[in-house]
């Protein structure tokens, strides 16, 4: 019997969605985490489309989420529907292992945000070597606001960083301000993509929209960025489906 191979149009694509463990700030004195709007709105998108999508984080298990982002002002339509979900509650108290699948391939590897990435995101060697195998074999790599801090350190088998001379954004320091935590930030996410040779780019007004798509790589900018992030990550991985 001859095997029947999807045509590559249907072909089911794969999602690998990062998230964060960190619950708290160094300085214990407020919590943080996941914000969950940048996961759960690239997470509807995907699934509408019928991919397969992962959620790992670098140690598995459960999740933090910023109490901040469950707040009425910032819980969106989308965001309090994923949360009321049992199922969905249930994917983040259970997220994959990330070097458990870390050799596994996927169409997309989205770094999603939250100020709990500062802390376990840069110095993740296992994130480092899968962000670089992606971005290398042509595949898309995409993060969002405090999570573009993943990519601070991942070189290219060039040994050259990865966001060097690249077009992109990520969480502002005059935001940083507005949100009130600057003094509890573990390091200036704009000041350090620009010390990697990166051309940061960001919204005309603070905490608005704000997406950029250099090549394979697509960056979003703060929480309001979510919406448009998953419909331009969307859109690129349907133009590559179809190619």
């Not at 964060?20 to 489309?49: D, M, Q, V």
């Not at 801090?149 to 050259?160: A, D, F, W």
Request: proline share 3%; net charge positive; aromatic share 10%.
């Amino acid at each position: 019997m001859l095997d029947f191979v999807l045509p590559k149009e249907v072909a089911m694509l794969k999602i690998l969605i990062i998230v964060t463990n960190t619950g708290k700030y160094a300085s214990g004195k407020l919590e943080t985490g996941l914000w969950l709007s940048e996961l759960t709105h690239i997470y509807h998108a995907a699934k509408e489309e019928g991919y397969e999508i992962t959620i790992a984080s670098p140690n598995g298990g459960n999740v933090h989420v910023d109490p901040e982002s469950l707040k009425r002002f910032t819980l969106d339509k989308i965001s309090k529907e994923y949360w009321n979900d049992p199922f969905f509650r249930g994917l983040l108290k259970h997220s994959r292992n990330l070097e458990r699948v870390s050799t596994q391939e996927f169409d997309l590897v989205y770094l999603a945000g939250g100020h709990g990435t500062m802390y376990d995101f840069p110095g993740d060697s296992v994130m480092q070597n899968l962000i670089q195998n992606q971005y290398e074999s042509g595949k898309i790599v995409a993060a969002i606001c405090h999570g573009v801090g993943g990519l601070l350190n991942v070189r290219l088998s060039g040994g050259e960083y990865l966001i060097k001379n690249k077009v992109l954004t990520g969480f502002n320091w005059f935001e940083e301000s507005l949100a009130g935590r600057k003094k509890e930030v573990p390091f200036n996410l704009e000041a350090a993509l620009k010390n990697r040779g990166a051309k940061y780019k960001k919204a005309m007004i603070p905490m608005t929209s704000k997406v950029v798509v250099d090549g394979n790589l697509i960056t979003g900018q703060n929480p309001f960025s979510s919406k448009k992030m998953a419909k331009v990550v969307m859109s690129e991985l349907s133009k590559r489906q179809h190619k």
